[in-house]
Structures are given as structure tokens and as C-alpha cells.
């Protein structure tokens, strides 16, 4: 296996394994600063140049593996030679990424956000690329990686020249010359490349910085101005908690729990669909699909599929197949909502799979159809959806008596939480007017802009969502603190009726849904005080404003509420011990602010991750909050994992939260047998 510091023989490689079983020969490979790499291919006297940019994907270009594959220019004017030209390249690059995946050709860190600017900074983003002593480019190796002044320098050498840049965080003082800006930082050099050689060098680390960061990446820096020292924090995540917080709501779960009569059809080959019903859970992460979401046989009778075969890639495209099929779904389901799922074969084979779709959608008296892309990777194709489905579906607004809401990102109506919510409305003269998001109702989203508020669950994977629908609606938009537990539900109610202008419930209406489940409430709390849940956290994670919130959920204060002790374990990330003691003063201080049982709370200072294996296995917790799905780090030291969805919304929900809690609190099994168990992966 060639090592990603070596392009020199990696990208010669590349050319050869592109070219092989075909007619083609690739003449070469250039790299762009911007991330996008050339194939230069001959054959037949004919000259093609495809272009690939490798890490983002561009509105008007075929997408690739999150990227954009196309012809920039070929030498013929017959559109089939390229056409040709890219199928090929395509499908060999599918298979070598069947095989294994290069670093060279992957983009990475996506998951990072903030980013410690200090010496390790070159070994955190792209250590395996650019190492010192080993990294060649033309006769040039990266001799030297060194931070000095606010600025990073990176030194590549020969025997007769030497090429200087510097990689500059933003707002600081350019160095030289400005090459190219990539969000966090801007790559500078002290003088232009004078040879071939040294612009090679340019692109290359251009190339690699665009693979390595995104425009949200921030390079964090002390507050003399200083870069931090502490690089082993520019990697540290909690273990326990998903760096970014997942997207709790797919494309796949919008399709396979709506109500009402949707029919898909689905333009691609059979592998690329049969995974996603089954694959794509609540959330875009490691946890399991939730029973009530997991596909069954009614949305698999509303997914046809054209099977794009072999033949029909390579000769003959895939148009009439999809429209015949089109045809046939509309005469036979007589639907009403058309989607049409488009995906990667297609799109590089040159198929017009729009035009075949709004073409079919004429002819049918302009029946409510969405297009959409399978990227299961990008964001975009989930916020797009839910903008069309609001334009084909909802209505002009009626005036009807009485105040409605749209409650958006609040469950899906299979779960009991939702309608005991939508029942607790009601009873407040508040109407329920549509549920949106994870799921939806076709005739709900008819009557969509019937309403006097979107009410949004106040996470960043909804809000993000439903962004771009938001400005389709003619509905004002706004987030209340969401309902979890009593004291949270009660609140989110009070707040609802003064978005809406409504009169707020008073201590009757709150008394009469009370007094059926306090004394439970207070019964099951007092067993929960003998219990004890543990909680590692970072000891940065307290400078954020939402530091007490996972994915909408103030799990912290919720499992206050319910009478549970918490023993919070704070992780050293500082290698100075100030900064580090100053963090967990401040950790101390938030809990103590958020938190009402100041008596059962306990905060641990932790050194190093290392230690969390022997803190759990002797910690004096039953529970321990983890977002990793059965994660065996907690079950083999005898503990049982917790995580935001074990929680409810509403009253009820938060009575069942409680139930639920602390069954698993009192549940023996792991306590008994964790020793049978295989050693937990504690890489993070």
C-alpha cells in the first residue's frame, strides 16, 4: 500500500489503476488548491479532462462520493465521448473504494469545529499527509512544521531550493502573499513558486488543506492572543458525546413514516436503495432505528425501483425505464404525492431524470411531485425536501376560529408522547394544525399554512432541517424550551400560550394534570435518590451557552428533577494546569446554577481519558450517560448506558422516563456477568 505522504508514487498509481481494462490512458494527474483534481486521458486520437472535486459537491455537476465528477473539456464535440470517458474513470474509482479508501482522495475532519491553533495543529488535521521527513513532492521534502508568531510554517527543501509558507489563522496578519483562503486560516507564501516543481508543491498542500477543513472549522486561540500549546487537546473528543450532534431526522425516516397516499420511484441501480430504509436510523449516527420508525411492508409496497442494469448504464441510459415506471406507479397507486429518488448512476450516465419526472408530472394535471438525490452524507438534500414539500403540498390560508400551530421536530405521531402533547393543546383551545418533521401527513401539510405559529423543537438537527422551509410557509417561527419533565412541560406550555397570545393555563389546569401522577412521581423519586447516574464531560464543555442541553433535551436538569445523583467526571484537556483548574471551577459553578440537589452532586477531576476505564468499573453509579449506542465501554464495567432518547416529552412522558430510568437502574445484569463480555474498544 502506498502511504498518503507519498503523491509522487500515489498519484502515478492512480493513473494507472484509472486507465487499466479500458482504451483510455491518463496522461497525468494535477491537483488544485481548491481541492479538485484532474484526470488527463487520452484514447483514440481523442483528448478528455475530467474533473474531480473531491470534497464538495456543486449544484451543476454530477456528484461523486459527496464531490462532483465532470468533463471540463475533451477534444471531439460528440458529447459521448465524454460521457464514455466518465463512466469509465467513474466505475474504477468505485471499485477501488469498494476495496479501500485513500487518503489523498478523501475529505476529512468534517466533524471538527473548534481547533486548537498550536504546534500538533499539522498532526491533528492532516498528520498522516504532511509529516516532516517523510513528505516528498517533485525533490522537494517537507524538511520543517513548526509554529512560531501566530502562524504555521511549513518548509519543503531540495538540494537547491527552499519553499516557505505559512498557514495564517483568520484575523491574523497575512504572511507574504495570500494564496488561497480556506475558512479558518489562509494559506501564505513568502515568495510565488519560481519552477514547475514548486508550484506542484503548492497545489499539493493547497489540495490537502482543502481536503482537511471546512468554512465552520474555528482555530481556537487564548485570550493574550497566544496559540495554545496544548496540542493533544486539538483531537480530544468526549468519547461519550457525538462531536457534532447528529442529525436525528433522515430523508429515509420522512418517507417511510408518512400517512397518506405517497408512492416513490427510485432511479438506480438495486444496491444503492436496498441499504437505506434499513440502515438510515432516527438519527444519522451509531444509534439503532427506533421500532416505531424501522420500515415495514407498507413503505416498501410504495417504493418501485428501475434497477438500472449493466447494460443500460453502459448503452443505452436509464430514461425510459423511468418513465415507463412513472407511468405505471401514477396508473396503478394514483398518488397523492409523487417522489421521484434520483442517485449517483444516473446522474453520471447523463440521464435528464428531472425532465423525464416533470415531463410525466405535465401529462398528469401537474400531480404534487419532489425530486430528490440520495446523499446520504450531505445535509442539503433533507433541508431541500422538506422546502418542496411545503411548496407542492400546503395550501393558501384559510381563516379558521381559533389559534393553531405547526409543531415541527416534535416526534412522530407513532410515538405516545407526541399525541399526549398535541392532547395538552387542546385543552388550552390551541389546535394542533400539522406535526412536521421526522415524519409527515399529506393531508396535515395541505393545511399547512393554516396555522399562527411553527413551533420548532429547539435542537440544531431540526432547526437546521427546516431551515429552508421556514420562508415558504407564511408562518411565523419561533422555539420555546422543549418539554421535558414536569417543571419543563410546564413551562413550555406557558410559553406556547404567550407566542400564540393566549390565555396561559393556571394552577387548575396544572392541578388537574397533576394530581393523577404526583404521588407516583414523588414515590418513584424517592427510589431514584438511592441511585446514582455518572457523566464524563470535557472540561471545555461548559463554555458553550447550551452546555446542559443534548439535542434538545436538558438532560442534566431532567435527571435532577427526577431525584438522581450525579457523579460528573471533568476531563482534563489543558496541558496547563491553570487553564485546566480554571475550566473545572467554571464546571462546578454552571452545575451548581442548573442544578436544585446540590446535596447528590459530586465533580471529579480526571487527567487524562486513560483513567475513565478504571473510574467506571469502580465508580459508585448504576447509570452512566453515553450517546454511543450499546456502548460496551459502560456495559463491560458492570453499568448501564443511558442516552437522550430514553427521555420523554410531556408529563406522562416524564413519568415514563422516570419508570424507565430507574428499572434500568435497578436491573442486575451487567453488574453480574460484565466479566463474560469482550474487552471495550476505547479508541475514540
Same mark, same amino acid.
Given at each position: 500500500?502506498?502511504?498518503?505522504?507519498?503523491?509522487?508514487?500515489?498519484?502515478?498509481?492512480?493513473?494507472?489503476?484509472?486507465?487499466?481494462?479500458?482504451?483510455?490512458?491518463?496522461? /497525468?494527474?494535477?491537483?488544485?488548491?481548491?481541492?479538485?483534481?484532474?484526470?488527463?486521458?487520452?484514447?483514440?486520437?481523442?483528448?478528455?479532462?475530467?474533473?474531480?472535486?473531491?470534497? %464538495?459537491?456543486?449544484?451543476?455537476?454530477?456528484?461523486?462520493?459527496?464531490?462532483?465528477?465532470?468533463?471540463?473539456?475533451?477534444?471531439?464535440?460528440?458529447?459521448?465521448?465524454?460521457?464514455?470517458?466518465?463512466?469509465?474513470?467513474?466505475?474504477?474509482?468505485?471499485?477501488?473504494?469498494?476495496?479501500? %479508501?485513500? #487518503?489523498?482522495?478523501?475529505?476529512? !475532519? *468534517?466533524?471538527?469545529?473548534?481547533?486548537?491553533?498550536?504546534?500538533?495543529?499539522? &498532526?491533528?488535521?492532516?498528520? &498522516? @499527509?504532511?509529516?516532516?521527513?517523510?513528505?516528498?513532492?517533485?525533490?522537494?521534502?517537507?524538511?520543517?512544521?513548526?509554529?512560531?508568531?501566530?502562524?504555521?510554517?511549513?518548509?519543503?527543501?531540495?538540494?537547491?531550493?527552499?519553499?516557505?509558507?505559512?498557514?495564517?489563522?483568520?484575523?491574523?496578519?497575512?504572511?507574504?502573499?495570500?494564496?488561497?483562503? =480556506?475558512?479558518?486560516?489562509?494559506?501564505?507564501?513568502?515568495?510565488?513558486?519560481?519552477?514547475?516543481?514548486?508550484?506542484?508543491?503548492?497545489? $499539493?498542500?493547497? =489540495?490537502?488543506?482543502?481536503?482537511?477543513?471546512?468554512?465552520?472549522?474555528?482555530?481556537?486561540?487564548? #485570550?493574550?492572543?497566544?496559540?495554545?500549546?496544548?496540542?493533544?487537546?486539538?483531537?480530544? @473528543?468526549?468519547?461519550?458525546?457525538?462531536?457534532?450532534?447528529?442529525?436525528?431526522?433522515?430523508?429515509?425516516?420522512?418517507?417511510?413514516?408518512?400517512?397518506?397516499?405517497?408512492?416513490?420511484?427510485?432511479?438506480?441501480?438495486? &444496491?444503492?436503495?436496498?441499504?437505506?430504509?434499513?440502515? %438510515?436510523?432516527?438519527?444519522?449516527?451509531?444509534?439503532?432505528?427506533?421500532?416505531?420508525?424501522?420500515?415495514?411492508?407498507?413503505?416498501? *409496497?410504495?417504493?418501485?425501483?428501475?434497477?438500472?442494469?449493466?447494460?443500460?448504464?453502459?448503452?443505452?441510459?436509464?430514461?425510459?425505464?423511468?418513465?415507463?415506471?412513472?407511468?405505471?406507479?401514477?396508473?396503478?397507486?394514483?398518488?397523492?404525492?409523487?417522489?421521484?429518488?434520483?442517485?449517483?448512476?444516473?446522474?453520471?450516465?447523463?440521464?435528464?431524470?428531472?425532465?423525464?419526472?416533470?415531463?410525466?408530472?405535465?401529462?398528469?394535471? !401537474?400531480?404534487?411531485?419532489?425530486?430528490?438525490?440520495?446523499? +446520504?452524507?450531505?445535509?442539503? !438534500?433533507?433541508?431541500? $425536501?422538506?422546502?418542496?414539500?411545503?411548496?407542492?403540498?400546503?395550501?393558501?390560508?384559510?381563516?379558521?376560529?381559533?389559534?393553531?400551530?405547526?409543531?415541527?421536530?416534535?416526534?412522530?405521531?407513532?410515538?405516545?408522547?407526541?399525541?399526549?402533547?398535541?392532547?395538552?393543546?387542546?385543552?388550552?383551545?390551541?389546535?394542533?394544525?400539522?406535526?412536521?418533521?421526522? %415524519?409527515?401527513? @399529506?393531508?396535515?401539510?395541505?393545511?399547512? *399554512?393554516?396555522?399562527?405559529? !411553527?413551533?420548532?423543537?429547539?435542537?440544531?438537527?431540526?432547526?437546521?432541517?427546516?431551515?429552508?422551509?421556514?420562508?415558504?410557509?407564511?408562518?411565523?417561527?419561533?422555539?420555546?424550551?422543549?418539554?421535558?419533565?414536569?417543571?419543563?412541560?410546564?413551562?413550555?406550555?406557558?410559553?406556547?400560550?404567550?407566542?400564540?397570545?393566549?390565555?396561559?393555563?393556571?394552577?387548575?389546569?396544572?392541578?388537574?394534570?397533576?394530581?393523577?401522577?404526583?404521588?407516583?412521581?414523588?414515590?418513584?423519586?424517592?427510589? #431514584?435518590?438511592?441511585?446514582?447516574?455518572?457523566?464524563?464531560?470535557?472540561?471545555?464543555?461548559?463554555?458553550?451557552?447550551?452546555?446542559?442541553?443534548?439535542? /434538545?433535551?436538558?438532560? +442534566?436538569?431532567?435527571?435532577? &428533577?427526577?431525584?438522581?445523583?450525579?457523579?460528573?467526571?471533568?476531563?482534563?484537556?489543558?496541558?496547563?494546569?491553570?487553564?485546566?483548574?480554571?475550566? $473545572?471551577?467554571?464546571?462546578?459553578?454552571?452545575?451548581?446554577?442548573?442544578?436544585?440537589?446540590?446535596?447528590?452532586?459530586?465533580?471529579?477531576?480526571?487527567?487524562?481519558?486513560?483513567?475513565?476505564?478504571?473510574?467506571?468499573?469502580?465508580?459508585?453509579?448504576?447509570?452512566?450517560?453515553?450517546?454511543?449506542?450499546?456502548?460496551?465501554?459502560?456495559?463491560?464495567?458492570?453499568?448501564?448506558?443511558?442516552?437522550?432518547?430514553?427521555?420523554?416529552?410531556?408529563?406522562?412522558? /416524564?413519568?415514563?422516563?422516570?419508570?424507565?430510568?430507574?428499572? +434500568?437502574?435497578?436491573?442486575? $445484569?451487567?453488574?453480574?456477568?460484565?466479566?463474560? +463480555?469482550?474487552?471495550?474498544?476505547?479508541?475514540?
Amino acid at each position: 500500500m502506498i502511504k498518503a505522504n507519498q503523491p509522487d508514487f500515489f498519484f502515478p498509481w492512480l493513473e494507472r489503476f484509472v486507465a487499466a481494462g479500458s482504451p483510455w490512458g491518463c496522461d /497525468g494527474t494535477t491537483v488544485g488548491l481548491d481541492g479538485t483534481l484532474c484526470l488527463h486521458l487520452t484514447g483514440a486520437g481523442q483528448q478528455v479532462d475530467l474533473m474531480w472535486d473531491v470534497g %464538495t459537491p456543486r449544484e451543476d455537476k454530477p456528484t461523486f462520493r459527496g464531490g462532483s465528477l465532470w468533463v471540463e473539456r475533451a477534444s471531439s464535440t460528440d458529447p459521448r465521448l465524454g460521457k464514455a470517458a466518465l463512466r469509465h474513470v467513474a466505475a474504477r474509482l468505485t471499485a477501488m473504494f469498494h476495496k479501500h %479508501t485513500p #487518503a489523498l482522495l478523501t475529505r476529512r !475532519n *468534517r466533524e471538527l469545529v473548534d481547533v486548537r491553533f498550536g504546534p500538533g495543529l499539522l &498532526e491533528s488535521l492532516c498528520g &498522516e @499527509i504532511l509529516c516532516v521527513g517523510q513528505t516528498r513532492r517533485a525533490d522537494h521534502l517537507l524538511a520543517e512544521a513548526t509554529h512560531r508568531d501566530r502562524a504555521f510554517e511549513l518548509r519543503f527543501r531540495s538540494s537547491g531550493s527552499e519553499l516557505l509558507m505559512h498557514l495564517v489563522p483568520r484575523g491574523a496578519p497575512a504572511k507574504g502573499e495570500v494564496v488561497r483562503d =480556506y475558512g479558518p486560516c489562509a494559506l501564505c507564501t513568502a515568495r510565488m513558486p519560481a519552477s514547475d516543481a514548486e508550484r506542484s508543491i503548492l497545489d $499539493f498542500v493547497g =489540495y490537502v488543506l482543502a481536503l482537511s477543513m471546512h468554512p465552520q472549522m474555528r482555530f481556537i486561540e487564548d #485570550a493574550a492572543g497566544s496559540a495554545r500549546s496544548d496540542a493533544g487537546a486539538q483531537r480530544l @473528543i468526549n468519547p461519550f458525546l457525538h462531536d457534532a450532534v447528529p442529525a436525528d431526522i433522515s430523508l429515509m425516516n420522512a418517507l417511510q413514516g408518512c400517512s397518506g397516499g405517497l408512492s416513490m420511484v427510485a432511479h438506480s441501480d438495486r &444496491e444503492c436503495l436496498s441499504y437505506c430504509p434499513l440502515m %438510515t436510523g432516527p438519527s444519522q449516527s451509531l444509534y439503532l432505528t427506533r421500532p416505531e420508525l424501522r420500515p415495514n411492508l407498507e413503505f416498501l *409496497r410504495r417504493l418501485r425501483l428501475t434497477d438500472l442494469s449493466e447494460q443500460a448504464v453502459i448503452m443505452s441510459g436509464g430514461e425510459g425505464a423511468l418513465a415507463s415506471l412513472l407511468q405505471e406507479t401514477i396508473e396503478q397507486d394514483e398518488p397523492a404525492l409523487l417522489v421521484a429518488i434520483d442517485s449517483c448512476v444516473p446522474r453520471l450516465i447523463g440521464d435528464d431524470s428531472v425532465a423525464v419526472v416533470q415531463q410525466a408530472r405535465r401529462e398528469h394535471r !401537474n400531480l404534487p411531485t419532489i425530486n430528490v438525490e440520495i446523499r +446520504l452524507d450531505e445535509a442539503d !438534500n433533507q433541508r431541500a $425536501f422538506w422546502r418542496d414539500l411545503v411548496r407542492e403540498l400546503s395550501q393558501s390560508k384559510a381563516r379558521t376560529p381559533g389559534k393553531a400551530v405547526n409543531l415541527i421536530g416534535f416526534g412522530s405521531p407513532r410515538t405516545r408522547s407526541l399525541p399526549e402533547l398535541q392532547e395538552l393543546l387542546s385543552s388550552m383551545s390551541v389546535r394542533t394544525n400539522a406535526c412536521v418533521v421526522p %415524519t409527515f401527513d @399529506i393531508d396535515e401539510m395541505r393545511r399547512f *399554512r393554516d396555522a399562527d405559529l !411553527n413551533l420548532v423543537f429547539p435542537a440544531k438537527h431540526v432547526r437546521e432541517a427546516f431551515e429552508l422551509a421556514q420562508p415558504e410557509c407564511g408562518v411565523v417561527g419561533a422555539e420555546a424550551a422543549a418539554p421535558f419533565g414536569l417543571e419543563g412541560t410546564r413551562a413550555w406550555l406557558l410559553e406556547v400560550a404567550n407566542l400564540l397570545a393566549v390565555e396561559p393555563p393556571g394552577e387548575p389546569f396544572f392541578q388537574q394534570r397533576m394530581s393523577s401522577l404526583r404521588a407516583r412521581w414523588d414515590a418513584l423519586a424517592r427510589r #431514584a435518590a438511592g441511585h446514582r447516574v455518572g457523566v464524563v464531560l470535557l472540561d471545555c464543555h461548559f463554555r458553550e451557552p447550551d452546555c446542559m442541553v443534548r439535542m /434538545g433535551v436538558p438532560w +442534566l436538569g431532567c435527571l435532577d &428533577e427526577m431525584g438522581f445523583a450525579l457523579e460528573v467526571m471533568v476531563v482534563r484537556t489543558h496541558a496547563h494546569a491553570g487553564s485546566h483548574e480554571r475550566d $473545572f471551577q467554571h464546571a462546578r459553578q454552571r452545575l451548581g446554577e442548573v442544578l436544585r440537589s446540590h446535596s447528590g452532586l459530586s465533580v471529579t477531576k480526571v487527567d487524562a481519558l486513560d483513567a475513565l476505564g478504571d473510574l467506571l468499573r469502580k465508580g459508585k453509579f448504576e447509570l452512566v450517560y453515553t450517546e454511543v449506542a450499546q456502548d460496551r465501554r459502560v456495559t463491560t464495567a458492570g453499568k448501564v448506558p443511558v442516552s437522550p432518547f430514553d427521555f420523554e416529552m410531556g408529563f406522562q412522558g /416524564g413519568l415514563r422516563t422516570l419508570r424507565r430510568l430507574l428499572n +434500568l437502574a435497578e436491573t442486575p $445484569f451487567f453488574q453480574r456477568y460484565h466479566q463474560h +463480555l469482550p474487552p471495550a474498544d476505547w479508541k475514540p
